[in-house]
């Protein structure tokens, strides 16, 4: 309950600062629990098209990379769980594709690697350069693995061939795994800002995180409309910024708790080797 409790007081700080009004925040009297409470810094920041727009942008982004990856996952997965005498390259394309955790092609290639491919500022840029996370296919592998051999071979006797049996046996009996999988694929692309920076152009293609990481650290005053002097009255930095920081945590907080009774079964699963 204690390391529980150390866990949550960063996110009800911020919780509770973005509640405050912007004197009692600038004054540091703001803990756990609000002081003058105010919606202003919500106000502020969902009246803000460009916020708007880049949150739009990131659950663009989650939705079909976690869709590409985990699809690109589960057909990579599957033939290399397979016995070395059912897949004789089975332990080159294993090694060839840890070589990939190892070793990267460095900044400078992949950028040029993204560039002569046309991806530049577009959506694509940031899905496919990160479609096949290794660690992620390495757990999802080791789970077909301690899977019962019998149900393969007893579909394949019944004539199912290899697409078949993956779709209808492996992937409904691996649902902790995809689950562990998918959520960090989700997080990945959720708290990802680098390549949207890297890749994008144009502000107005930035997703969330590259978004923030651009405008928070410094004063935002100047999305607010001059004619709502009200609303820069409530205002500080720090609760405009506190505002944003909760609001981009607060889908993936709602999604933990769907999937953590996955989520330590698929870990340990799929992190053993027979």
């Known amino acids: 309950m204690l390391i529980s409790f150390m866990c949550l007081m960063p996110i009800l700080h911020i919780l509770a600062i ?5 004197q009692a925040a600038a004054a540091g009297k703001v803990v756990l629990w609000p002081v003058e ?3 202003a810094a919500y106000d502020n920041v969902f009246g803000k098209p460009e916020y ?3 949150f739009s942008v990131s659950i663009q982004r989650v939705v079909l990379g976690t869709s590409v990856s985990m699809f690109l996952m589960i057909l990579t997965a599957y033939p290399l769980s397979k016995d070395p005498r059912n897949f004789r390259l089975r332990t080159f394309y294993s090694w060839f594709f840890v070589f990939t955790i190892l070793f990267s092609g460095g900044l400078i290639p992949s950028y040029l690697t993204v560039k002569n491919l046309g991806m530049i500022d577009t959506m694509w840029a940031l899905v496919l350069p990160s479609a096949v996370p290794v660690f992620n296919v390495i757990l999802l592998l080791n789970f077909y693995r301690n899977l019962p051999k019998e149900l393969e071979e007893s579909s394949r006797i019944d004539g199912a061939g290899h697409f078949k049996t993956l779709w209808k046996i492996y992937v409904p ?3 902790p795994a995809l689950a562990t999988t998918g959520l960090f694929t989700m997080v990945w692309h959720w708290n990802s800002w680098f390549d949207g920076m890297l890749y994008m152009n144009h502000t107005e293609n930035y997703p969330l995180q590259t978004f923030l990481q651009t405008v928070i650290i410094k004063m935002d005053f100047r999305f607010i409309k001059s004619e709502n002097v009200e609303l820069m009255l409530k205002l500080s930095d720090r609760t405009s910024r506190a505002a944003q920081i909760f609001v981009a945590a607060f889908p993936i907080l709602i999604v933990y708790p769907f ?3 996955f989520f330590i079964k698929g870990i340990v699963m799929g992190s053993v080797k027979e």
């Open 37 to 39: 409470f105010t919606t």
């Open 18 to 22: 973005s509640f405050s009004s912007g």
């Open 52 to 54: 708007l727009r880049a």
């Open 173 to 175: 009996l691996s649902l």
């Open 259 to 261: 999937l953590q009774r």
